[in-house]
């Protein structure tokens, strides 16, 4: 099975800005989805944001106003610009993708591609 690999993910002080870019797979189908999660230390994982292959995105409430999703299809690749970034941002983040019709669900068993993870850290 084809795996997704990010990269970008690094230490920041809080105020900070960090890129994560994820290598997406290639498509044939007309509908499919792609994600950012993250699990921080302890915690279970939780979805960040997500873009289908129609460019419409949504937001997990912790990133609205300061995380933008975006997917460049000439160069299938994922990206998720982190602005004012705080120290409960610290987690790993995971990309993933998935064959999904209609809206993009936050259900990560929807997700059949998965990315190892990159961590982020985000120091007070």
Known sequence: QVQLMESGGGSV?????????????????????????RQAPGKGREGVALIDNGGR??????????????????KNTLTLQMDTLK??????????????????PWYQPSYTRWGQGTQVTVSS
């Open 13 to 37: 002080q809080a105020g900070g800005s960090l890129r994560l870019s994820c290598a997406g797979p290639v498509y044939t189908v007309s509908h499919y989805c792609m994600a950012w999660f």
């Open 87 to 104: 120290p409960e941002d610290t987690a790993m983040y995971f990309c993933a993708a998935g064959q999904v019709y209609g809206t993009c």
């Open 57 to 74: 995105t949504s937001y997990a409430d912790p990133a609205k106003g300061r995380f933008t999703i975006s997917y460049d299809n000439a």
